[in-house]
């Protein structure tokens, strides 16, 4: 490892610990503590500007919050450390976020709001105090659900209309705890909507027998809302068919049910109907049409067909240059580790398009911080061979970017 190397290395660490998965406090206190200490013996004599800076690199190179908050209130009133307070400031405001898109992810549970109060209450209460927000709603909705479970609902006759048969709360409640998986909530209020013949109730019990791998209830259910032209109902009814599950395999009407869903617009049925003309399943193999398939899904930001379809254009040699990139940046870019490092090994290695070694560790890096393990060595091998302005502009890429990916 050279002399410029060393330093990078110590960034990119920091970048990663303190830009990825940021770990929960548990042996912060002992950490903050040593590192508090010889912050200390740098400041017993006339601190050096050059020895702040070390103190700041060091405590962001740490993955902790905590520290950072120390290091605030420790410091505050010290003119010295005026440019530093708002670097530190600045970079806590910014874990705190990072953790704070990681809880929005997160059910909204007292058990959750706890973890968070464990280990964030002392540096991002701000945050804390907005998730405690969200549970106390998601309480409020589940009381208003229990409430109206308890109420008494009118009888459900073979004849009713189905605004008579159930209530709109019912449905609603059908919906929502499908929604949120509450599995067995869900189960007990879409029986009356899906008996009374409600699509969507009647797609929901079919995609929670399949769950529980009752498969003749699943096709039943989903049979039924397929027929009344539910987009959802028919892409699971085709998938049921398709797999002979429930009953006997038909690729053909599986297929005709994709193109019913495919035609309403629904992504998953489009990219499915992709996938079938590719495979032949109920058809001839019809690259053409499998292609046409893939990009109305990719088009609306499918991963799985944006996916698809760059693999298919890097195999075609008649294929634009750059077209398979497009979609694996699109892809890349909603959180695809599988799309990252396609990304970086096309600019590795100069596919489908020119050599890039910067870009390729961009996305290596961005696949390592989402948890791709393999993505450590290569990225590694690619920092040694930028230079330390090629390298810090990478860096602040990275983090830019991995701000904005979903979680």
């Not at 929901?204 to 259910?221: G, I, M, N, P, V």
Request: glycine share 6%.
């Amino acid at each position: 490892m050279t002399l410029r190397y060393v330093p990078l290395a110590i960034s990119l660490m920091a970048l990663l610990t303190g830009c990825g998965s940021l770990p929960e406090r548990q042996t912060m206190v002992d950490r903050s503590s040593a590192l508090f200490s010889r912050s200390g013996e740098l400041l017993g004599s006339p601190a050096r500007e050059s020895e702040r800076e070390a103190e700041v690199a060091e405590l962001f190179a740490q993955p902790y919050i905590d520290p950072l908050t120390r290091y605030l209130e420790e410091h505050e009133d010290d003119s010295r450390y005026v440019s530093h307070l708002d670097k530190v400031a600045a970079e806590r405001d910014r874990r705190c976020a990072e953790i704070a898109r990681q809880y929005r992810g997160r059910a909204a549970t007292t058990e959750n709001l706890r973890r968070y109060r464990r280990g964030y209450l002392f540096s991002c209460p701000d945050d804390v105090s907005v998730f405690a927000e969200r549970v106390e709603q998601a309480l409020a909705v589940e009381r208003q659900a229990n409430q109206a479970a308890r109420q008494p609902q009118p009888e459900v006759t073979p004849d009713a209309p189905l605004d008579r048969a159930v209530s709109r709360r019912q449905i609603n409640n059908c919906y929502l705890y499908f929604t949120i998986r509450n599995l067995q909530r869900a189960r007990d209020n879409c029986d009356q909507p899906a008996a009374a013949g409600d699509a969507k109730a009647q797609h929901h019990l079919a995609s929670l027998a399949r769950t529980d791998q009752d498969y003749a209830s699943a096709r039943e259910w989903a049979q039924q809302s397929a027929q009344q032209g539910h987009a959802p109902g028919q892409l699971l009814y085709a998938e049921l068919l398709q797999n002979g599950l429930g009953g006997s395999q038909d690729e053909e009407s599986a297929l005709n049910w994709l193109k019913a869903a495919a035609a309403q617009g629904l992504p998953a049925a489009q990219y499915a109907t992709g996938q079938a003309y590719h495979r032949g399943q109920g058809t001839t193999a019809d690259p053409s049409r499998s292609r046409s398939f893939w990009l109305q899904a990719a088009e609306k930001q499918h991963v799985e067909a944006q996916l698809a379809l760059a693999d298919n254009l890097l195999e075609n040699p008649n294929a634009e240059v750059g077209e398979a990139r497009k979609w694996l940046t699109r892809a890349a870019r909603q959180g695809s580790t599988t799309a990252q490092m396609r990304l970086a090994e096309s600019f590795a290695r100069g596919q489908d398009g020119p050599a890039d070694a910067k870009q390729a560790y961009i996305w290596y890096s961005l696949a390592l911080l989402a948890g791709e393990a393999s993505a450590k060595t290569p990225a590694e091998q690619l920092a040694a061979q930028l230079s330390s302005e090629q390298l810090a502009s990478a860096q602040n890429r990275i983090r830019a970017d991995h701000s904005q990916m979903p979680r």
